[in-house]
């Protein structure tokens, strides 16, 4: 809830971060609780360095546990960029529960941070052969096919994904894929939807900034990251990985707000 902004993160995360240190001071060796505190220290404290420790401390004291492999796999793949060790994560993830429907559709995330679509579309449906109401799988199936130039597809994904959810994060990607498609009225109407509800409403900013992209309208997708940032919102964390952010990079306020981030060095090179 507090990464996905529907609560604030400064209501929300302390409270895992309590809960996690008072686990930790009755037996500091359980590896949910180092997990709990890794979340804090990414999207809270935005401690990236601590983050990545505890993660890995995690998967060291549960090696068989595949939440923490799956959990790790998304930092390194999204924070780190290190593509390869994100990847062989996510499928040792798999390999240990292959029936979680979370766990196959994260590997989904994965792919795409990594560049490799098919791999992402392919994950995708298959996470939602298992369950039609995985939302993440939807978001990476568009995602993906946005980035292939499939926009018919990939707005029928995400037009599914807003029937079953109504939710802000998929009306941000629609409005994305209407503006790279060329729809630019609808973009439009998804823009007023999403600064409508950012009136009374708990909307990821980051939202918003997608859609002004999708418009090829860059200074005012930066505005909005860059009152996202100032706002602490977890989501501006996936600046650099995410390649949505693509048409961005080229602009230098986009290189000042990335500087800004407290990021570690990434992995290279991408995927293909």
Request: charged content about 20%; overall charge negative; proline content about 6%.
């Amino acid at each position: 809830m507090g990464f996905w902004g529907y609560v604030p993160a400064c209501e929300a995360m302390p409270k895992v971060e309590k809960a996690a240190l008072v686990a930790l001071q009755a037996d500091d060796t359980h590896p949910d609780a180092h997990g709990a505190l890794a979340w804090v220290h990414w999207f809270y404290h935005w401690n990236l360095a601590e983050a990545e420790r505890e993660f890995e401390r995690a998967v060291e004291l549960a090696p068989n546990d595949p939440l923490h492999h799956w959990f790790l796999s998304s930092f390194l793949g999204s924070m780190r960029e290190d593509h390869q060790r994100a990847i062989a994560e996510a499928e040792l993830a798999q390999e240990l529960d292959p029936l979680s429907v979370l766990i196959q559709s994260s590997a989904g995330w994965v792919f795409y941070w990594a560049r490799h679509y098919d791999r992402t579309i392919a994950q995708s449906r298959k996470a939602l052969e298992m369950d039609p109401n995985c939302i993440p799988a939807y978001y990476t199936l568009g995602l993906a096919l946005m980035a292939k130039s499939s926009f018919d597809e990939a707005i029928a994904a995400l037009l599914e994904a807003g029937h079953r959810f109504g939710d802000h994060t998929s009306l941000g990607y629609l409005g994305l894929a209407y503006g790279l498609a060329g729809r630019r009225e609808e973009a439009r109407q998804v823009l007023a939807q999403l600064e409508q509800r950012a009136a009374s409403q708990k909307v990821p900013l980051v939202c918003l900034a997608w859609v002004c992209i999708g418009l090829g309208e860059n200074q005012t997708a930066l505005d909005w990251l860059e009152t996202a940032y100032a706002k602490h919102n977890t989501n501006i964390l996936f600046l650099r990985c995410a390649p949505y952010y693509d048409p961005l990079r080229s602009e230098p306020r986009f290189e000042q707000l990335l500087a800004r981030l407290p990021l570690l060095p990434a992995v290279l090179p991408r995927g293909s």
